[in-house]
């Protein structure tokens, strides 16, 4: 299982996602400016692990600040960590947590302030890990034996600290003797799917088939499907789901076929404050996303093009949603709260 991201020699070290598969490459950042860079152009994505990134940026920012304006200086560093993806909630959950740990240390030695937020950073990482690995125990249940899992875009280890939130889910099932395959849309225009899911469930020895993202209700429908396990970058607090743009696609389909549609994320992920998806922020990226593919351009010069990078999924299409705490099913309202509350 490839480490996505760690704490190393007073850098963060992660692995260049829009390298792979082609190329295994780590790159280090050495100040918060640079871990900020990495989260807003892909290098590290998936919520989860943008958490961690966005803690351990906070650390490395502080380490390296003056101690005479620290104070001011935090704010600063907290704001450019802030402004670097609007949908995941997860980064904020994990700037918000550094803030508290400041909160709590100020006016101590810098020394101290420093050496207490790199090791909260380091931690997040750690119960990440742990988190996922119980989403993953809490979901084997509901993956069918012996049946294909569709998935979309990659919520697997590279989207975490470790082992994968929808991902994790199929490793925990595959753990526990389950025969499955799964299916991977290829998931436009970024391809996640196609470079980033296939990779790592590649390393795990896990039978993976890539396909386009129009070819899923043709599969939907044909039975060999027997659930669908998506990730999660925001879940509101009525049971809306945000998440990479075609899992509403992805769960009208699987609704219209009767095939079980779940989402695997942390209780971080969850905004209890927003009640409906309608109000989730919604990130929209570089039309030359869109325009090329690996630097190739496959859409005429001059074509209008949009590029939102999440889609809102109806709390309607979701049979369950799986969290380390346990199983939230329907009324959402009532099941997320509970869960968020113990």
């Known amino acids: 299982m490839v480490e996505t991201i760690s704490w190393t020699n007073d850098a963060v070290v992660m692995i260049d996602q829009t390298r792979l598969p082609s190329e295994e490459v780590y790159v280090s950042c050495r100040d918060h400016r640079e871990v900020a860079d990495a989260i807003r152009s892909m290098i590290i994505r998936g919520a989860p692990a943008i958490g961690v990134a966005a803690a351990m940026g906070i ?20 704001n450019s960590m802030a402004s670097t993806r609007p949908t995941a909630v997860n980064l904020f959950w994990a700037i918000e947590r550094m803030r508290k740990i400041y909160e709590s240390f100020r006016g101590r030695p810098a020394v101290e302030i420093r050496e207490r ?14 988190i996922n690995r119980a ?36 490793r925990a099932a595959v753990e526990a003797g389950k025969l499955i395959d799964v299916f991977a849309d290829e998931t436009r225009p970024f391809l996640q799917g196609a470079r980033l899911t296939a990779w790592e469930l590649m390393q795990d ?11 899923a209700g043709h599969f939907l429908k044909s039975g060999r499907i027997g659930c669908v396990l998506v ?51 919604i990130e929209y990226r ?4 869109v325009r090329r593919i690996h630097g190739v351009l496959v859409v005429p010069e001059g074509v209008a093009v949009e590029n939102p990078a999440f889609d809102v999924t109806p709390h309607r299409y979701v049979t369950a949603i799986i969290t380390e705490r346990g199983v939230a099913k329907p009324p959402y309202m009532e099941s997320l709260r509970k869960l968020a509350q113990r």
């Open 117 to 130: 937020l790199v090791a909260e950073a380091q931690q997040i990482k750690e119960e990440d890990i742990a």
């Open 231 to 281: 990730g999660a970058d925001r879940i509101a607090a009525n049971g809306d789901v945000a998440n990479k743009i075609g899992t509403y696609s992805l769960a009208v389909l699987a609704n219209e076929n009767h095939v079980p549609f779940y989402v695997a994320a942390p209780i971080s992920t969850l905004d209890l404050s927003t009640p409906s998806g309608d109000h989730i922020p």
């Open 286 to 289: 570089s039309p030359e996303e």
């Open 205 to 215: 020895g896990i039978p993976t088939t890539v396909i386009t993202d129009n070819m």
């Open 135 to 170: 989403i993953g125990r809490n979901g084997v249940p509901l993956v069918p034996d012996g049946r294909t899992v569709l998935t979309h875009c990659n919520a697997g280890a590279l989207a975490t600290a470790g082992y994968g939130t929808a991902l994790g889910v199929v």
């Open 59 to 78: 650390a490395l920012g502080v380490l390296k600040a003056d101690a005479t304006s620290l104070d001011s200086q935090f704010e600063v560093i907290c």
